[in-house]
């Protein structure tokens, strides 16, 4: 399964919007313990203040996508891997540096009606996304080859 993903990159595209929406219902609900003010003092604490470092897995994801969709067309199974990184960090099967995130997130999901039916309709967008190959050998590759992505875009 190496075939181009140009039929994917609009889902891939809509799955990463669902994502900010998420990413937008957890920051609202998280600005009621801890107002930031302005729109660009609010960027600065999500990207510098430590209290607000556990939302980095996301928002970090949610920035290799838009680079990824924008930058080319993407092998559909890269675009699966990205699919199964998202499902894997909102459903706890992300990689234990994720931890802190999947610990917070767990407790405004169950928490905040909001953020649940935001949660729902990023699953929903990521499930639209191509299925991983069937072979172990082809997913561990399409998995490194978007780690490499993602290792290059932030080294950029």
Do not use: N
Not at 134 to 145: I, N, S, V, Y
Request: glycine letters at 6%; proline letters at 7%; aromatic letters at 6%.
């Amino acid at each position: 399964m190496t075939s181009s993903s140009a039929p994917w990159m609009q889902t891939l595209a809509d799955s990463s919007a669902a994502l900010r929406e998420l990413l937008g219902a957890i920051i609202r609900v998280e600005q009621q313990y801890e107002p930031a003010g302005s729109p660009l003092r609010l960027l600065q604490a999500i990207t510098e203040d430590p209290s607000w470092a556990w939302l980095r897995p996301l928002y970090q994801l949610i920035a290799d996508i838009d680079h990824a969709t924008a930058e080319s067309d993407l092998p559909a199974t890269e675009v699966a891997a990205i699919g199964a990184h998202a499902r894997g960090l909102l459903s706890g099967d992300g990689a234990p540096i994720e931890q802190t995130f999947l610990d917070r997130y767990r407790g405004l999901l169950q928490s905040d009606p909001g953020i649940a039916i935001a949660h729902g309709a990023a699953l929903r967008a990521l499930q639209r996304l191509p299925p991983e190959p069937e072979t172990e050998a082809e997913r561990l590759h399409a998995h490194h080859q978007w780690a490499m992505r993602r290792k290059h875009h932030r080294g950029a």
